[in-house]
């Protein structure tokens, strides 16, 4: 995991450290009231530790606004009274900073600590949640700790807080109220719709959608329960209770009453013992963090015994037995100073966003992706605008949205090609992802290059120079032509000699006997890659009952829906004359060990292709292949792995969750790894996994 090393700006004066609260005071308001703050993360976080540097040394001129005095959203005024206090929590970066503040706590209550609880912290807007009886009563933001805002009018529009608990119980349960990633595509899909500015990220989207009022729309939003504690008219007994209970059963309680908690998420909360073993627990949180449905900033770390915390205390912003571990920001605010088009092999035309260079998460950050023409224009993008850009582990960047209130004017529109960026033929522009009208002919040498490849046909020798000798000399124009190739035909392009002609004849002749899955990727057809292709040519086991499939036939494979069929049979139907050549060619046109389906139960074909093959060593198993592999499994490349895994009878995947029944983790293996230990699914080393699947091997 990488911490935290960018150190904080150095004031050079009293006017620095002053117009830096100013600037620190503005960026808390807008960003806990669902503004966009002209402020990312990690520059908000660096000029309040300079800001707190600075106040150390001159306790002098502290300011009364200043950020380092106040609670997280004390920016915001409320007017309901909190029944205790809502603090915040003070931040760590690094390990080293961790273990200080756990000497410091220990040093306070005058041992040492023996019990954490360890969450996500949830990157969302804090609330208060009172219910009287078991019923939902009345919502109340963070505000300024003592005070927030009424946004009782957000009941019910809540996920994971219910009107009414399973029990009659009179209490407050606080929380974070947050956007999943998908919540928060489909609040600014709507939200654009109404006219609205598209929300900068999903913390934005759920501040600004839990204070609007009077909307014409509604969009969820979910909550997460960090703490259960009294209220006035809560049994004396059960005040007393909730006094006492450990952090970790506190929240098992609010999970038995009904109210969402991590507890069922990728990232659990825990009760460790060590601060080594909490130390283990953020690098596994963090090293998941890119691939969780909604978005964390950091670690929160709690004393989790009830006297540990009576004992540590508070202090007027924050608890003292409670820290916030933050990792890297993966949101950064930089400029869009251009739009790239690119063409893929199938004719797809591609925007890219070209940026003004910004570290994000440890690496430089200079194009990002912007998905088609219309999400252009439902971000409403320009050149020039500041934009709010988004980075997690091994991810492509995207583009969130334009920071609006940061438009100078000078911004330009972002003109649209009018004609192939490729080859200048007619746009196809009838589908939300624009295609040139020559499909895959209009970038025949990347095209050809894909076919050839090691996981495609595998025709070692054609490589992409080769690919273009044989396009500018006209002998191919679509992949069938590659095996009516000659010799002589080979020998007359520049640096064939006889050896390499005669080794790339027989690569081609070699690629004719490969399955049907890797022909059916060659082909390219939109919709499908490798897995999927390997999907189509098992359930349907020949080419023929692949073109002779329609629609509703193509959905009965698993991962083909209601949009991407109709895709896939026209693509088959549009490639009719290149299959008819490779057949002729004597290309293999079936899969091995697959059974066609039968006629009349489309719907069970699975089980009867299941039924007419032996069982495999990984029957009913979905295996996850991560790092790299050693030994008898050297060299597999990924889809070889993958189709090993599938010719034993399981299914490969490329992401862990808890349908994960394996875990094969190869040398350098990281987040998958970590995340099947956290979800305790089984782990397999290489050699372990070859000798489960030695007889494919032989």
């Known amino acids: 995991m990488a911490h935290m090393t960018t150190s904080a700006p150095v004031f050079a004066d009293a006017a620095a ?18 503004g966009t703050s002209a402020l990312d993360d990690d520059s908000y976080d660096r000029l309040v530790r300079a800001i707190a540097a600075f106040e150390a040394e001159h306790p002098e001129q502290v300011l009364p606004d200043s950020p380092t005095g106040k609670v997280a959203g004390g920016a915001v005024q409320g007017d309901v009274p909190h029944t205790a206090a809502m603090l915040s929590l003070d931040n760590v970066f690094t390990p080293e900073e961790f273990t200080t503040w756990t000497a410091s706590v220990a040093r306070r209550i005058g041992r040492e600590v023996t019990r954490w609880n360890v969450q996500p912290k949830l990157d969302g807007l804090a609330i208060a949640a009172r219910y009287t009886d078991g019923r939902l ?83 969820p939003m979910t909550f997460f329960a960090y703490g259960l504690l009294p209220l006035p008219d809560t049994a004396a007994d059960a005040a007393e209770h909730l006094a006492t209970l450990p ?167 972002i003109v649209f090609p009018e004609v192939c960026p490729q080859c200048g033929s007619a746009i196809d522009a009838s589908e939300q992802r624009w295609r040139c009208e ?21 025709i070692e020798g054609l490589g992409a120079s080769r690919v273009v000798q044989l396009v500018d000399a006209g002998l191919v124009a679509d992949i069938a032509d590659l095996f009516a190739l000659t010799r002589d035909q080979l020998l007359g392009l520049e640096r064939m000699g006889e050896t390499s002609t005669d080794n790339l004849l027989a690569a081609i002749e070699a690629a004719k006997s490969q399955p049907l899955s890797r022909v059916l990727c060659a082909l390219g057809v939109r919709g499908t890659g490798r897995s999927m ?66 006629p009349d139960d489309q719907a069970d074909s699975d089980d009867a292709a299941d039924a007419g093959r032996q069982a495999g060593p990984l029957d009913g198993m979905t295996v996850v292949v991560t790092g790299a592999m050693t030994g008898p499994l050297e060299q597999l490349s990924r889809n070889e792995m993958n189709e090993l895994i599938e010719r034993a009878g399981g299914k490969s995947s490329s992401s862990v969750s808890k349908r994960t029944s394996l875990v094969v983790a190869g040398e350098g293996a990281g987040s998958k790894r970590a995340k099947a230990e956290t979800l305790g699914v089984r782990l397999a080393t290489p050699d372990e996994f070859a000798e489960l699947v030695s007889a494919l091997l032989a």
């Open 17 to 34: 450290y002053v117009q830096a609260v100013e600037d620190a005071s503005k960026a808390a308001a807008a960003y806990y009231s669902g």
């Open 137 to 219: 009563t009345r919502l109340v933001t963070r505000g300024d700790g003592t005070a927030g805002e009424d946004v009782s009018h957000a009941i019910g529009t809540i996920e994971g807080l219910p009107g009414r608990l399973t029990e009659p119980v009179t209490l407050e349960v606080r929380g974070e109220v947050l956007m999943t990633n998908d919540q928060f595509e489909h609040a600014n899909t709507v939200r654009t719709a109404h006219g609205g500015a598209p929300f900068a990220n999903p913390r934005n989207a759920a501040a600004g959608t839990l204070r609007a009022k009077d909307r014409a729309y509604t969009v």
């Open 247 to 413: 952090h970790g059963d506190l929240l098992q309680y609010a999970a038995d009453l009904g109210v969402r908690t991590p507890a069922d998420t990728q990232v659990p909360g825990v009760t460790l013992d060590g601060v080594e073993d909490v130390l283990a627990r953020v690098e596994e949180i963090a090293a998941v963090r890119a691939e969780l449905p909604f978005g964390i900033d950091g670690i929160v770390v709690k004393a989790d015994l009830a006297a540990d915390q009576q004992a540590a205390g508070s202090g007027s912003r924050a608890p003292r037995w409670a820290i916030a571990f933050k990792l890297p920001a993966v949101e950064k605010i930089t400029k869009l100073v251009g739009v790239e088009w690119n063409v893929g092999r199938t004719g797809i035309i591609a925007p890219r966003a070209v940026l003004e260079p910004v570290d994000i998460d440890g690496s430089t950050v200079t194009y990002a992706t912007l998905h088609n023409p219309s999400d252009i224009t439902r971000r409403d993008l320009r050149l020039g605008d500041q934009v709010m850009v988004y980075k997690a582990g091994d991810i492509i960047p995207r583009i969130e949205a334009p920071v609006a209130h940061l438009r100078t004017g000078d911004e330009q529109p």
């Open 438 to 458: 020559r499909g895959r002919d209009c970038h025949l040498v990347a095209s050809l290059s894909y076919a050839a490849g090691r996981d495609q046909l595998d």
């Open 533 to 598: 292709s390997r999907r189509i040519a098992r359930h349907f086991a020949t080419m023929d009952h692949i073109r002779s499939a329609d629609a509703n036939a193509m959905q009965q494979v698993g991962g083909i829906g209601t949009e991407k069929a109709p895709v896939i049979v026209a693509e088959l139907a549009e490639l009719a004359p290149v299959i008819e050549k490779l057949i002729a060619s004597g290309v293999n046109m079936s899969e091995p060990g697959a059974t066609p389906p039968a």
